[in-house]
């Protein structure tokens, strides 16, 4: 049997065997619930420990912390516990328990597709799960957290029964140039689905590619957005721009829109959102779809004279196009004037942004700069966020990446 670690009164005289020692800085924040330790904040650490190595967090008077796994990226340890038991089968069992029973009471019956585990939030560090109706993925930040993987497979067997599962890395873009997965991303479980998976999102139907990681083909965090919107389609014309595979247009289309005009760089995302409208028994002919650069095609819709009673903005973080780098921290009040001077009076801007670093704040005054610029005063309607299963851990602020707000022109 396991004895539980008790540190010594007052300092250690040397790190106790398997502990991995850490400043006061640190100790702060894990008090407070956050659970990464950074290298800086290591003070001393056992010799020869590898990535996924189960460790003791103390401070340096010897307090115990809990229990984490070690890794070697820029986390040092992802805590799991904060009492002395292990990092095993049954706490891992128990944690994926409380994440599926909150999924049952907080997604939609005619929802297949959602986030069964979300990291941090769900007290899962590193690991995070997707369903894709009878497909899942599993999506670990680094090698430390790759133990999970054989429990996460079990539990899903025993629960779910999925017919594949796939294993993708998201390493942090600090590390991503000397990110070397311990296990190779790919189909780890049961077998592959024979084309794209026919997914639901309240009733619709969108079709998916579990094996293609970050562009599985439907965001799943913008489900409660998309039914935010559901009762205000009908009769908009709307454009819909970053569409990607096209759910926003799919849902605008479904709900009533009049015409909904879908605008991306890629075209197999293009082509892959008219088959979503063919899914839902939606003729795509009805709609357009452009392969154009966002700034080039709001440019040429301006010039032709286009308005829109509704618009959608949800620009990735950074991307490169034929109009150059862009990057939607720093370009998103010029592109909310762009997609104001497009706008029907008294149209919608419906404006997304997924990016941790900015505050929900810097993001309305983003779009306030941009309605300068335009000199098309705004009024703001309601603010989003990321859907349920996606919840963010109040202890974890990182956990609130997606901002979300609808604003209406306040000229008619
Ligand atoms: C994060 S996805 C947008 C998500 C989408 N709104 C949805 O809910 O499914 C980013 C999309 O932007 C497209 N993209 C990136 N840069 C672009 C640009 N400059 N102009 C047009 N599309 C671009 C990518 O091809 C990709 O499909």
Redesign the pocket.
Known sequence: MKRPYRAPPGRPSQTPSGAVVINGYSARWLNQDFCWVYPAEVVSRPPNLKPGQEVKLVDEQGKALGVGLWDEGWISVRRYRNDEGPVDAALIYARLDLAYALRQTIVETNTSAYRLVNAENDELPGLRVDLWGHYATITLDAPGVAPLIDWVCAWLDEHLSPRGVYLHWRPDPREKARFEPPIPAGLIRGHAPPGDVRVTERGLTCLVRPSLGKDVG??TD?RANRALLEPYWGGRRVL?????????SVAAAANGASEVVS????ES?LERAEANFVANELDPSAHLFFA????A?LDRLRRAGERFDLV?L???AF???P?GV?SAGKDYPRLVAACLRVMEPGGWLVA?L?QGEVSPRDFHNAVRDGARRAERPLQHLYDGGQAPDHPAAAHFPEGRYLKFGIWRCMDA
């Open positions: 439907l965001y913008m819909n721009l970053f569409a990607h595979t096209g759910f926003f605008i991306d760089l890629s995302a154009e650069d966002v700034r095609a959608i949800d620009p990735p991307s490169h196009g109009e862009m997304a997924n």
